[in-house]
């Protein structure tokens, strides 16, 4: 069974998900979470659910083989991205690739890149009067958002919608194909 490495730095309601997903479909197993925000939510979700997290500052990513070493020594297959902030080195990317896997928060291309995250996202697409956006889940290459998009899910942008209420949407998308998706790629 493929063991996946979430790698979170926020609330962690998609690994969470994910890992409930896991555990009724006996498909890959969430083996660990990494994780470079100690004020994050996923901390205290991991220490629930009993799933070993890795603290990192960014040392421990950039310039030594920290995050590396635990992902061999662990033999994590698969590395998924779900509201990490930091971007994947490049050594990173050859150790794994086509293996790194990103969940965004809108309609690739469009609002994504640097400081392009969470509600930041959700109150551009508003602001520029978009009549839909959606979930992007693709690989993960060297530029932010950039790799191949693997799925796309759309909704609808209603008159009154407001970035909390498509923020809502969105997690709702993201939370019925994210485990699905994967799941087709295991
Ligand atoms: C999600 O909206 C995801 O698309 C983005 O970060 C958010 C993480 O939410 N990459 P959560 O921490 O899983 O609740």
């Not at 479909?25 to 799933?51: F, M, T």
Request: net charge neutral.
């Amino acid at each position: 069974m493929p063991r996946i490495a979430i790698f979170a730095s926020g609330n962690g309601s998609n690994a969470e998900n994910l890992f409930h997903y896991f555990s009724q479909h006996k498909i890959a197993e969430i083996s660990l979470i990494i994780c470079n925000n100690l004020q994050a939510g996923i901390l205290a979700r991991a220490q629930n659910l009993g799933i070993p997290v890795l603290l990192i500052h960014k040392n421990s990513l950039y310039q030594q083989n920290v995050v590396e070493n635990w992902l061999i020594s662990l033999k994590i297959d698969w590395i998924v991205l779900a509201g990490f902030l930091w971007k994947i080195p490049e050594k990173l990317i050859a150790l794994y690739p086509k293996k790194i896997v990103n969940i965004h928060p809108s309609l690739l291309p469009k609002y994504g890149g640097k400081g392009m995250y969470g509600m930041r996202v959700h109150e551009a697409v508003i602001a520029a009067g978009e009549t839909e956006s959606g979930i992007s889940i693709h690989f993960v290459n060297e530029a932010y958002d950039e790799g191949a998009i693997i799925f796309q899910a759309r909704c609808p942008i209603e008159m009154d919608e407001t970035a909390d209420s498509l923020a809502r949407k969105i997690h709702q998308l993201e939370y019925e194909h994210f485990p699905k998706v994967l799941a087709s790629l295991f």
